[in-house]
């Protein structure tokens, strides 16, 4: 019992000296973001790399899980003579919940990797020590263009997960399905408001700004050579999606509850 309660005390001290390191560098960034902006040159390239880096994993995504709802919503309606009606499930449901999911967990996994590695490998080369050393803050040059990047480009692509996602379910109701095309279509448009759709984006937003946070955290605080990027990624990719779940549950109940 003694054992535990120590394994247990030293985890929990361990988990509270990790938020406050995670709280210091984010107020470091957000200072520095308050006072400088980046070049446009590292913001333009933190953009490709975020946004169009993961557009196609996004939309490969997006299009199998609106392919999977679509049936699924359907065999649900079915049971109650409401088939025709699966359009409203489908829509609403990624509007509000799946496409905020999936574009932050596909982005965590490929960007945030992306991310957590090279700022991961700068600073076991002592790259991020030199720069530091030349009088430039690191924050400005390698941290602030991709926190931006990342509240630009996730919105955007939460935006596409929707059309795709969509466009899929389309598919799937009204050739494989027999869905009226018409009712499918009419539903869409009665049941989601563009209030619906600037709701996802705003989620984009929050789900963006925390996995870029904590995707260069790791990685610009990574150690011990290459396992230690390797171990840096590996801890940004878990913590992005963990914050990302909790923060969509949480977002979800200010908005909708």
């Keep these: 019992m003694r054992a535990i309660f120590e394994t ?3 985890q929990a001290t361990t988990m509270a000296a990790e938020v406050g390191r995670l709280s210091v560098f984010l ?3 957000i200072r520095c973001m308050a006072t ?8 333009l390239e933190a953009m490709a790399t975020i946004g169009a880096g993961s557009a196609l994993v996004v939309i490969c995504v997006a299009v199998f899980v609106g392919m999977n709802i679509t049936l699924q919503g359907y065999c649900i309606f079915r049971q109650f003579g409401g088939q025709n009606l699966v359009g409203i499930f489908v ?3 990624m509007v509000r919940e799946m496409s905020p999911m999936i574009t932050a967990v596909m982005v965590a996994a490929k ?26 803050n690191p924050f ?44 499918y279509t009419e539903n869409v448009l009665q049941y989601v408001h563009w209030l619906d759709l600037w709701k996802g984006m705003a989620k984009g937003v929050v789900l963006g700004f925390i996995l870029a946070v904590v995707s260069c955290y790791y990685g610009f605080h990574a150690t011990e050579g290459a396992k230690g990027v390797g171990r840096a990624t590996n801890r940004a990719v878990v913590v992005s999606c963990i914050l990302a779940t909790v923060s969509n549950y949480i977002l979800t109940e200010w908005m909708y509850g």
Excluded at 36 to 43: D, H, N, T, V
């Design 8 to 10: 247990t005390g030293r």
């Design 27 to 29: 107020g470091r960034a």
């Design 36 to 43: 400088s902006l980046p070049s446009r040159e590292a913001l």
């Design 91 to 93: 829509a609403l449901s």
């Design 111 to 136: 960007a945030g990797t992306d991310m957590a590695a090279k700022l991961g490998t700068m600073r076991v080369r002592q790259q991020i020590d030199a720069i530091e050393v030349m009088g430039v």
């Design 140 to 183: 400005w040059l390698l941290i602030v263009p991709r926190m931006i990047a990342s509240l630009i480009a996730v919105p955007l692509l939460v935006t596409l997960s929707n059309f795709f996602a969509l466009l899929s379910g389309y598919v799937v109701a009204v050739y494989q399905l027999g869905v009226n095309p018409g009712l």
